[in-house]
T-cell receptor, first 115, second 114 residues
Framework: EAEVAQSPRYKITEKSQAVAFWCDPI?????LYWYRQILGQGPELLVQ????????DSQLPKDRFSAERLKGVDSTLKIQPAELGDSAMYLC?????????????FGSGTRLTVV | GQQLNQSPQSMFIQEGEDVSMNCTSS?????WLWYKQDPGEGPVLLIA?????ELTSNGRLTAQFGITRKDSFLNISASIPSDVGIYFC??????????????FGKGTHLIIQP
């Protein structure tokens, strides 16, 4: 079964350092999403890509977060500088262009701890 | 950001009992989704609902899309130990030009006592 790949699974970083997460969506999925999930909460959307273009980054803290999907395939989410409050699970998901729910698949996430 | 109102927050039940949880929103969605998340993993889709009033089953799971498009419920019949986990509802606007991001509830933590 096709999967959304994310790496690393776990990351510990010091406050004020830079950190990056990588996501490889299911082959052929045009839409890619990055979510942040704080412990005890549901995931919240950070950014949505359609192919290589950002279509929604209204909830992305742009002073420190950036996301790119240069060739419309894999994507990188970066935080610089990291703050203690950024400790969370970062989830990537992808969906095919013409599907709603059934085409929407999450990766296993990257657990970030900022110390 | 917005999160949907999901209840209950947690449930302690006996194995074999039925479970019911629900989700409400102040705004309408045209898709409702139910996910299960195990510790340290991403959410896994259980059921997707696309039409107001739709009732859909997946094994022991049954979910309904509310008529007002502002609510949904999930029932689990005859619970078993592997049903333990956190269940999330999510609403989505799907405008046809592409799927929008999901708005999630805060989750229902299901704990089953054998």
């Amino acid at each position: 079964e096709a999967e959304v790949a994310q790496s690393p699974r776990y990351k510990i970083t010091e406050k004020s350092q830079a950190v990056a997460f990588w996501c490889d969506p299911i082959s052929g999925h045009a839409t890619l999403y990055w979510y942040r999930q704080i412990l005890g909460q549901g995931p919240e959307l950070l950014v949505q890509f359609q192919d290589e273009s950002v279509v929604d980054d209204s909830q992305l803290p742009k002073d420190r977060f950036s996301a790119e999907r240069l060739k419309g395939v894999d994507s990188t989410l970066k935080i610089q500088p990291a703050e203690l409050g950024d400790s969370a699970m970062y989830l990537c998901a992808s969906s095919s262009r013409d599907r709603g729910g059934y085409g929407y698949t999450f990766g296993s996430g990257t657990r970030l701890t900022v110390v | 950001g917005q999160q949907l109102n999901q209840s209950p927050q947690s449930m302690f039940i006996q194995e074999g009992e039925d479970v019911s949880m629900n989700c409400t929103s102040s705004s309408i969605f045209n898709t409702w989704l139910w996910y299960k998340q195990d510790p340290g993993e991403g959410p896994v889709l259980l059921i997707a609902l696309y039409k107001a009033g739709e009732l859909t089953s997946n094994g022991r799971l049954t979910a309904q899309f509310g008529i007002t498009r502002k609510d949904s419920f999930l029932n689990i019949s005859a619970s078993i130990p592997s049903d333990v986990g956190i269940y999330f509802c999510a609403g989505q606007l799907f405008a046809g030009g592409g799927a929008d991001g999901l708005t999630f509830g805060k989750g229902t933590h299901l704990i089953i006592q054998p």
